[in-house]
């Protein structure tokens, strides 16, 4: 009964493990946040369910090979993400399932092994890897690989109270490649699972990132579809810890840079989300230091030690 009893209990713990992987494709290592981020995406689309967890499975165990039971990896459950985005895109992008999960497979790998290389050279600059690993092998892939059917146009949008909040909502489904306000609702509810607040500032990215692209000229039914607004949720929960003033600065450098890659024909997936982290954290940093140093050079004379 005992061994059964630890075998339970090891399962549950894999498993849990397991579900705050996935959860911090959005930032939060919470198991329930986890498992909301995959009902979202379950009730988007099945097919892009599979390939999540193909993602996830497929980091899981490249990490297990390549790194350390102790380390950051493994302890903080950072092994799944950027796996599962890459394959996430590997079925967004190509119709034939079967060429998809193949692609999907060793994308995953890839980026969860480019994952490690990253970590340890953005440490030099303590800055973390987000999703880049995602990103940049999916770009290495897409040209070669990915379908270019005609996307029909959006049909005619109600520009209602109850759409903006819609839009809000969908905003957040594009994270894991989804669509919609289900989607995003069911992934609002794994932050607020996770922290009340984080589910404020991802809708709050979310609607403002919309208002943005709309001042920079976006159509009125791409806006209300959501899918303006997913890379500045997510600034919005990188930066949030940092403070208000750096949330809403990291919103609008990512719109920025969304603005200029659609302008560019260029497909950006989370980029803006990860290099306007990067710069909002490097300038609270800079801020701090020449806080401190202000502080340090007003003290007078007689309180400076020797």
Not at 103 to 117: H, K, S
Request: proline share 4%; hydrophobic share 60%.
């Amino acid at each position: 009964m005992s061994t059964v009893l630890r075998s339970d209990a090891l399962l549950g713990g894999t498993l849990f493990s397991f579900a705050r992987s996935i959860g911090q494709i959005i930032l939060q290592r919470n198991a329930a946040t986890g498992a909301l981020v995959l009902a979202g995406v379950l009730c988007a689309s099945p097919r892009l369910a599979c390939g999540l967890l193909i993602g996830a499975l497929a980091g899981k165990v490249v990490t297990l090979i390549a790194e350390p039971a102790d380390s950051p990896a493994v302890r903080d459950d950072l092994y799944g993400f950027n796996g599962a985005l890459a394959a996430l895109a590997a079925f967004t992008f190509i119709r034939d399932t079967s060429q998809a999960a193949a692609v999907a497979i060793l994308a995953a790998v890839f980026a969860t092994m480019l994952a490690g290389t990253l970590a340890r050279g953005l440490s030099r600059w303590n800055l973390p890897i987000l999703s880049s690993p995602a990103i940049i092998v999916t770009w290495c892939w897409m040209p070669l690989l990915a379908d270019r059917g005609e996307v029909g146009a959006l049909g005619p949008v109600a520009k209602s109270l109850d759409a903006l909040i819609e839009a809000a909502f969908a905003g957040l489904a594009p994270i894991v490649f989804a669509s919609g306000a289900l989607a995003g609702g069911l992934i609002a509810v794994g932050l607020l699972a996770a922290r009340p607040a984080r589910a404020g500032w991802a809708l709050t990215g979310s609607a403002l990132g919309a208002a943005l692209h709309g001042l920079g000229g976006a159509n009125d039914a791409v806006l209300l579809s959501g899918a303006c607004g997913f890379n500045a949720a997510l600034v919005a929960l990188a930066a949030a810890p940092l403070g208000a003033r750096h949330a809403f600065i990291g919103i609008a450098v990512a719109v920025v840079i969304e603005r200029i890659a659609d302008s560019a024909g260029i497909a950006a997936l989370t980029a803006p989300f990860v290099l306007a982290s990067w710069a909002v954290i490097a300038l609270a940093r800079r801020l701090e230091a020449a806080s401190r140093n202000n502080v340090l050079h007003s003290r007078p004379e007689s309180a400076v030690e020797p």
